[in-house]
């Protein structure tokens, strides 16, 4: 297929029906309503449905059960809603379902702002709602690799049969680039026994739960979810290294600010400085091992991001005290520019590196 | 020897966990019934509340989902718009539907989502211990109205099917109780209207039964079964508030 231009926020809805996602259940919210507006035209084109729900609490409820039958369901929000949504994400990780959730960031905390932000990181990679559960969450940093991210994670949620987060940020979401979105595929070839679709001569009732009244059985429930953390932990990670080989400053940064640390990166370069750019994917099971290879070289990393610090304590886990590691972040819907991240590596590589 | 009472197809073999009087095993039964009747077990889901009945997967023997609390209307929504052959019902307490549900409730009836609601009303939470629920009647005590629901303080009860009612995507929506055999058979009856209504696509039903809750009314089941009768049915009166003639 051909390469089409075309905006973030539709490409997530594109790429959901080319990985055969027929069901969208959602409520508008500032700055990822194109998102909806785009499904709610697309999906009666294709048999599919489009709900607007009355709530935030109503969308993740009726993906709940949408997921309990078996088919591939998607909804969308913003931070605010993403935080609304947060029972109805307990509940379908407890009870083990398969969905996508997209949270396109704006700034908080309460009401925040509309502009973009990263500053849901610990909500998305901690869970976010009550209990010991992780969701697998994947942070594109162009318009092609939502469309590739989105595809990826239905098959995730499927194979693992736990929800997946896209978390993006209001400028990824809003910015238009070319996009091909490969072959079409489906989730057919998963195993859907488990599913409440009527038991249709079956002997024994699919039932979807989360409860688990005796101890002994909640403890033995939440083990076996922690073997599906530690295999996914084993198994799922990924990330992109930039000019890393060599890099005694690596800046770590996800999503949008990962490309504009690039740009800050290319510049360090011409003035001679060695850096390079350290980009997670996957943001839970965050990529350990592979930040810990591109900082072989490394005397020091800069976390940057849109928001007071969360990642960075990622980072800090990760290296486990090998290497120091500062922060730089704008936060409230501001922008880092490559500028100022510049004079952040440049400061750095005088403090650790001290090699031109 | 001739069997002449068994239980119904759609019900399992487990014990019910209810108390002595309380009447959810009695609608339990007769939604197991109507579904055999009609024929519907083998398409059916059901979808159980947080409440008293969080355990009706464990008695229904149809597939189902245990929603969160008051959720129900919107998971029995999620299910039928991506299965429309299913036939789904939800099966909800007082203070699931109509004080934490309510926004759910309302608008799966606003939508005319095509699903059934069982809704019990015993004015009381019971799984809980005992709490003013959103229709513990005026004066009612409970464990947070200690002295009696005042108005003042609380407001009034809910008339749930009297408020939906004003929805022209309500299809058909009644109130029944279960305090004698009589009543019984005319719930059995709504009941079986609302899922038929289901089976022929026509859209939202609902059906309120009135219910007892001995131990949290702090009474005996035969003096809870005339409190339903000379306080709650005053209060809730029984009738049909929608019909499909009506609808729209």
Not at chain 1, 262 to 279: N, Q
């Amino acid at each position: 297929m051909s390469k089409v231009l075309m905006k973030g926020n539709e490409v997530i809805g594109e790429a959901a029906i080319k990985a055969g996602c027929r069901y969208f259940f959602g409520y508008p919210i500032t700055p990822q309503s194109e998102l909806p507006e785009y499904l709610s035209r697309r999906l009666p084109e294709i048999g599919g449905v489009y709900l607007q729900a009355e709530s935030e609490v109503a969308a993740i409820n009726m993906v709940y059960g949408a997921a309990a039958t078996g088919v591939r369901v998607m909804t969308s929000s913003s931070s605010p809603g993403i935080s609304l949504k947060q029972e109805g994400i307990s509940y379908i990780a407890g009870s083990e379902l398969p969905c996508i959730i997209v949270n396109i960031m704006r700034g908080g905390p309460g009401l925040g702002g509309i502009q973009p932000s990263q500053s849901d990181y610990f909500q998305a990679t901690r869970g976010g709602g009550h209990g010991d559960y992780y969701l697998i969450v994947l942070a594109p940093a162009s318009v092609q690799e939502i469309a590739d991210l989105v595809k990826k994670g239905f098959d995730l949620a499927e194979k693992y049969r736990n929800p997946v987060m896209i978390l993006g940020d209001g400028m990824l979401g809003q910015m238009m680039e070319p996009v091909d979105f490969g072959v079409e595929t489906s989730g057919d070839s998963f195993d859907k026994s488990w599913a409440t679709t009527g038991k249709n001569g079956r002997k024994k009732s699919n039932i979807v739960n989360s409860l688990y009244l005796k101890p002994e059985e909640l403890e033995v429930h939440n083990r076996e979810l922690e073997k599906k953390y530690l295999e996914i932990k084993s198994k799922e990670t990924m990330a992109e290294s930039y000019l890393t080989k060599d890099a005694e400053i690596v800046v770590a940064a996800y999503g949008m600010t990962a490309r504009i640390a690039k740009s800050a990166v290319d510049m360090a370069r011409e003035e001679g400085i060695r850096a390079g750019v350290f980009r997670p994917i996957t943001l839970w099971p965050y990529p350990e091992k592979e930040l810990n290879a591109a900082t072989v070289s490394a005397k020091g990393v800069l976390t940057v991001e849109m928001s007071l610090g969360q990642m960075v304590e990622d980072v800090k886990l990760s290296l486990n005290g090998r290497l120091p590691v500062e922060f730089y972040g704008r936060v409230g819907g501001m922008v880092p520019t490559a500028r100022a991240i510049f004079e952040e590596i440049k400061r750095m590589s005088e403090k650790f590196g001290g090699v031109k | 020897m001739a069997v002449v009472f068994d239980r119904p197809k759609s019900l399992t073999d487990a014990k019910f966990h209810y108390c002595p009087g309380c009447h959810h095993g009695i609608i339990h039964r007769l939604v197991a019934e109507v579904l055999d009747e009609l024929g519907l077990q083998d398409r059916t889901v059901g979808i159980a509340p947080v409440g008293c009945a969080v355990f009706a997967y464990d008695y229904f023997d149809v597939d189902c989902i245990e929603a969160a609390h008051g959720r129900a209307p919107a998971v029995a929504t999620g299910v039928k718009r991506t299965r429309p052959d299913t036939i789904v019902f939800s099966y909800q307490g007082d203070g699931d539907l109509a004080s934490i549900g309510m926004a759910e409730i309302v608008h799966a009836a606003a939508r005319s989502e095509n699903i059934t609601v069982i809704f019990v009303n015993n004015a009381i939470y019971g799984m809980t211990g005992g709490q003013m629920a959103p229709t513990t009647l005026i004066g009612q005590k409970t464990t947070t109205s200690p002295l009696g629901r005042k108005s003042e303080l609380t407001g009034y009860p809910i008339k749930v099917c009297e408020l939906l009612a004003t929805l022209p995507g309500a299809t058909y929506l009644a109130r029944t109780s279960v305090h004698d055999p009589k009543n019984v058979r005319q719930t059995k009856e709504a009941i079986k209207k609302a899922f038929q209504l289901q089976v022929e696509g026509k859209g939202f039903s609902l059906v309120e039964v009135l219910s007892a809750c001995p131990t949290n009314w702090h009474m005996k089941p035969v003096q809870a079964l005339d409190f339903i009768k000379n306080d709650m049915m005053n209060y809730f009166p029984l009738g049909q508030f929608k019909s499909p003639e009506e609808a729209k």
